[in-house]
């Protein structure tokens, strides 16, 4: 109840503050993309439960051969290479936050086709709510191969507290001033050393 308190206060309050920034994002991004404005995707949340994330969208819509999308160094466009630079494109997520989807600290909801490709102690990653931020971004980020990835994000649901949630705060600002590790060196295929982007590839008959 005092998580969910501080999540409702602080996004509230980051919502009012952070008004004449978003609408100018959503201006530019109008502008200079079309619409739509926002990039919403179903995510695994609590206990695996879907729920629709936000983001500010930072790619234009194009595709290739078997309308497979272009890499996205392709389709990114210099607003939404600005806004990934310092996170931006995640501000709306204070809106999951408010609607109880999220908190602001906890492992990144990736995506709804993974689930059933975790083993049961990744699977554990659920077991608390998402987060716009977590341990394994303020580890490395992008960067870092999956399978420490999601030990990491198991490593916070065991040891969460106050103290590792503003360490963590600490950090995440730490990083986005610095702008480390927002643009990344490899994709998150790359660095999926687990084989998740390969199953689900597989599935979709893309392989």
Not at 106 to 117: A, I
Not at 171 to 199: C, F, I, N, W, Y
């Amino acid at each position: 109840m005092v998580r969910r308190l501080l999540d409702v206060t602080g996004a509230a309050i980051l919502s009012v503050v952070l008004a004449p920034l978003l609408a100018a994002l959503a201006l530019a991004i109008r502008l200079t993309m079309g619409r739509p404005i926002l990039f919403r995707q179903l995510r695994p949340g609590y206990r695996g439960e879907p729920f629709e994330v936000y983001k500010f969208r930072t790619m234009k819509d194009a595709a290739g051969e078997g309308a497979e999308p272009l890499p996205d160094e392709e389709r990114l466009t210099r607003v939404g290479i600005f806004m990934r630079q310092l996170s931006l494109d995640e501000l709306p997520q204070l809106w999951n936050i408010l609607r109880g989807d999220m908190s602001f600290i906890g492992p990144r909801p990736l995506l709804m086709e993974f689930l059933r490709w975790y083993s049961p102690e990744q699977m554990r990653r659920h077991d608390v709510k998402p987060g716009v931020t977590g341990w394994a971004q303020v580890q490395g980020r992008h960067d870092i191969p999956f399978s420490k990835r999601l030990a990491l994000d198991v490593w916070y649901v065991d040891n969460r507290s106050l103290r590792v949630d503003l360490k963590i705060l600490g950090l995440t600002l730490l990083k986005v001033l610095s702008m480390r590790g927002a643009q990344p060196a490899q994709t998150d295929a790359e660095v999926d050393d687990v084989g998740l982007h390969d199953a689900v590839r597989r599935e979709r008959g893309l392989m």
